[in-house]
């Protein structure tokens, strides 16, 4: 029917950011939905430099937010932070396309929402845009499976990460009107979010990676990529009961045999809420005295782990057609 076509023209625009030069409006009659263009684009000479422009940008976030990052959590945080930093919140011409995000560095909610799930989707973790009568925010689906709502544009406004991962009932809390109830087709198509927020406690921390030893004397320095969330490491040498934690991503270990294989193990910690979680635990074999090595470790930590906790639109008549102008435009 027409107003499927038109749910499904909406739905298409919203959710496929990468034809950044289509505007969020178009036309229709009884037989067909007629798609716009703004009129920047419409020569492919134009849209052919606009294009290099938008995903020159568009690419160098993408990789930096897979820069460390191994969760789905960790990937979200990274590109919401990217948002925040990047954008100022101004109205302009090009505000419901993510040209306005990538090359203007200025747009409203359309641009925060759609940048977002083309960086995300991008990167493996599954996102949608989703739109009420006035506004357009995220739903993500994280590590446990689920999806949660992330507004990055009013958390830029706010200052903070309050709507990052959050459920139904948090996605609300600071509207004044509707501003997050979902319109239809999103109402039935986009991703059922949770009806409470996400926590760090019901995912496991990363492992530390890239593990470095530099051996030296009587000690060995152990290096290793930071892990986000994490507050602390806990750093144990096989053969040893003894736990050393820092909050660096380096241990110097000393009193460590030469002349054998020494595994040293190392684990990521934060504390949620109150409880303390854990990551796995990473391995290095190390020989004194060698030169720099580093070689995966096939043995078991041997200390006992403990395991993170689980956890509108208007319009107007021509003939022949109606014009939907900005369906919606989200600000």
């Not at 939905?33 to 009129?39: K, R, T």
């Not at 501003?179 to 760090?200: F, G, K, L, Q, R």
């Not at 000393?254 to 796995?280: E, L, Q």
């Not at 190390?286 to 782990?305: F, N, R």
Request: proline share 3%; glycine share 6%.
């Amino acid at each position: 029917s027409r107003t499927d076509a038109i749910d499904v023209a909406r739905y298409f625009l919203y959710n496929n950011p990468q034809y950044y030069f289509l505007k969020a409006h178009f036309l229709s009659s009884s037989t067909a939905v007629y798609i716009g263009c703004y009129d920047a684009f419409v020569h492919g000479s134009d849209r052919a430099e606009a294009t290099n422009r938008v995903f020159d940008v568009i690419d160098q976030w993408i990789v930096s937010i897979n820069d460390d990052e191994i969760t789905a959590y960790d990937k979200l945080l990274s590109a919401h932070n990217l948002l925040c930093n990047e954008l100022d919140y101004v109205n302009g011409d090009f505000d419901q396309s993510i040209y306005s995000a990538a090359v203007q560095k200025e747009t409203v909610c359309a641009g925060y929402a759609e940048a977002l799930s083309l960086m995300l989707n991008a990167s493996g973790v599954s996102s949608t845009t989703v739109v009420s009568d006035s506004h357009a925010w995220n739903c993500v689906q994280l590590d446990d499976g689920i999806y949660y709502g992330v507004d990055s544009t009013w958390d830029d406004i706010l200052g903070g990460h309050m709507l990052l991962a959050v459920g139904q009932s948090d996605i609300t809390k600071y509207d004044k009107a509707v501003e997050h109830i979902a319109i239809t087709p999103w109402t039935e198509w986009a991703p059922v979010m949770s009806d409470v927020s996400y926590s760090v406690s019901t995912a496991s921390l990363s492992k530390p990676s890239n593990l470095r030893t530099y051996c030296g004397g009587a000690s060995v320095r152990v290096r290793w990529d930071r892990v986000s969330d994490a507050d602390q490491y806990e750093v144990q040498v096989d053969g040893s009961s003894k736990i050393t934690t820092t909050t660096s991503s380096s241990v110097r270990l000393t009193n460590i045999p030469t002349g054998k294989d020494v595994t040293v193990y190392i684990r990521a910690k934060a504390v949620v809420n109150g409880v303390t979680i854990y990551s796995d635990w990473s391995s290095c074999v190390v020989h004194l005295g060698s030169s720099s090595s580093t070689k995966p470790a096939q043995t078991q930590p041997p200390v006992t782990t403990t395991q993170p906790a689980q956890t509108t639109t208007s319009e107007s008549t021509v003939p022949g057609h109606t014009i939907y102008l900005d369906a919606p435009s989200m600000s």
